[in-house]
Nanobody
Framework: QVQLVESGGGLVQAGESLRLSCAASGGSISSYVMGWLRQAPGKDREFVATISRNALGRYYAESVKGRFTISRDNAKNTVYLQMNSLKPEDTAIYYC????????????????WGQGTQVTVSS
């Protein structure tokens, strides 16, 4: 069973950048569609970005399109989320997960969640 560990979160000011990593163990991610999702305080977990097995397909939530970039390195068994021009509303715990269902924008269609990494953006 794949185990995922996120890292790279932190406290930044609005307009700054962060790069999140999601390292997998216990199996190869090369056969999986991977995603990043986030959960802000008091809110439901929401889709952020997803990437196909060969990285040719990438989809983003409207709220992050043009600012965030998802990528993967199957040789390193790692998925990344480059976050630029961060805004206070991006503050959340960020999770990576494996897409196991048919809807990439539905959080319940993901499994094998990591523990998450906190991103806090101050204004």
């Amino acid at each position: 069973q794949v185990q995922l560990v996120e890292s790279g979160g932190g406290l930044v000011q609005a307009g700054e950048s962060l790069r999140l990593s999601c390292a997998a163990s216990g199996g190869s991610i090369s056969s999986y569609v991977m995603g990043w999702l986030r959960q802000a305080p008091g809110k439901d977990r929401e889709f952020v970005a997803t990437i196909s097995r060969n990285a040719l397909g990438r989809y983003y939530a409207e709220s992050v399109k043009g600012r965030f970039t998802i990528s993967r390195d199957n040789a390193k068994n790692t998925v990344y989320l480059q976050m630029n021009s961060l805004k206070p509303e991006d503050t959340a715990i960020y999770y990576c997960a494996v897409l196991t269902g048919g809807s990439y924008y539905t959080s319940s269609d993901y499994a094998y969640w990591g523990q998450g990494t906190q991103v806090t953006v101050s204004s």
